[in-house]
T-cell receptor, first 109, second 113 residues
Framework: AQRVTQPEKLLSVFKGAPVELKCNYS??????LFWYVQYSRQRLQLLLR??SRESIKGFTADLNKGETSFHLKKPFAQEEDSAMYYC???????????FGAGTRLFVKA | EAGVVQSPRYKIIEKKQPVAFWCNPI?????LYWYLQNLGQGPELLIR????????DSQLPKDRFSAERLKGVDSTLKIQPAELGDSAVYLC???????????FGPGTRLTVL
C-alpha cells in the first residue's frame, strides 16, 4: 500500500540545535517527494522537492531509495522555523498525491 | 495575485443539510485538487482535475460527495447530505501541471452539528 509515515507528531528543539524531521514512504515505483510547511495562520506551502535538490531556508532533504526515506534536516534551527511540516509524495504524472500526518516543530528560545 | 481563493472560510450546518464549497484556482493552473483534512492529520486527496476532467476521484465518497469544474477554471465541491463525520477542513489547491508545486487555498472549515 502507498503510504507516507511521519513518526513524530511533535518535535521540540532549542534554537541553534540541529533538527531532523523524519519521513518514510511506501510506494511501488518512483515517486516524487515533497516537504510542505504551514506556519501559524498561513496556508500550506511548498518548502522543497527532491528533484530540485535545493536548500530552502537552510533546510535540505535527501531521498534515500534504499531506506525509502526523505528526512528533512537543518543544522541550526531558528525560532521562525516553528511550524507544521508535512511530507508528501506523488506518483508518475502527479497521480495519487499522499500526505503524511505531519510533524509540529517547536523551536524554543 | 490573490492566490487560490476559497469560500466560505467557515460553515456551520446541521446534519443532513447540503453544503457547497467554491474554489477559484490561480490563473493558468490547469490542475485543481480538493483535499479533506481532519484534525491532526495531513490532507487527503478527494479529487483531482486536469482542466475540466476529473482524472482521479477514487477517494471521493460518491454517495454523498460531488464535484464539478465545468469550464476548467472554478470548481465546486458539494456534500449532500452532510454527516457529523464530515466536520473537517476542506482544502483546494492548484498547480500548473500534475507534478508541479501545489498552491493551496486557505481552506473551508466545516462543522456539522
Amino acid at each position: 500500500a502507498q503510504r507516507v509515515t511521519q513518526p513524530e507528531k511533535l518535535l521540540s528543539v532549542f534554537k541553534g540545535a540541529p533538527v531532523e524531521l523524519k519521513c518514510n514512504y511506501s510506494y511501488s515505483g518512483s515517486p516524487e517527494l515533497f516537504w510542505y510547511v504551514q506556519y501559524s495562520r498561513q496556508r500550506l506551502q511548498l518548502l522543497l522537492r527532491h528533484i530540485s535538490r535545493e536548500s530552502i531556508k537552510g533546510f535540505t532533504a535527501d531521498l534515500n531509495k534504499g531506506e525509502t526515506s526523505f528526512h528533512l534536516k537543518k543544522p541550526f534551527a531558528q525560532e521562525e522555523d516553528s511550524a507544521m511540516y508535512y511530507c508528501a509524495l506523488s506518483g508518475p504524472g502527479g497521480f495519487k498525491t499522499i500526505f503524511g500526518a505531519g510533524t509540529r516543530l517547536f523551536v524554543k528560545a | 495575485e490573490a492566490g487560490v481563493v476559497q469560500s466560505p472560510r467557515y460553515k456551520i450546518i446541521e446534519k443532513k443539510q447540503p453544503v457547497a464549497f467554491w474554489c477559484n484556482p490561480i490563473s493558468g493552473h490547469n490542475t485543481l485538487y480538493w483535499y479533506l483534512q481532519n484534525l491532526g492529520q495531513g490532507p487527503e486527496l478527494l479529487i483531482r482535475y486536469e482542466n475540466e476532467e476529473a482524472v482521479d476521484d477514487s477517494q471521493l465518497p460518491k454517495d454523498r460527495f460531488s464535484a464539478e469544474r465545468l469550464k476548467g477554471v472554478d470548481s465546486t465541491l458539494k456534500i449532500q447530505p452532510a454527516e457529523l463525520g464530515d466536520s473537517a477542513v476542506y482544502l483546494c489547491a492548484s498547480s500548473r501541471q500534475g507534478v508541479d508545486e501545489q498552491f493551496f487555498g486557505p481552506g473551508t472549515r466545516l462543522t456539522v452539528l
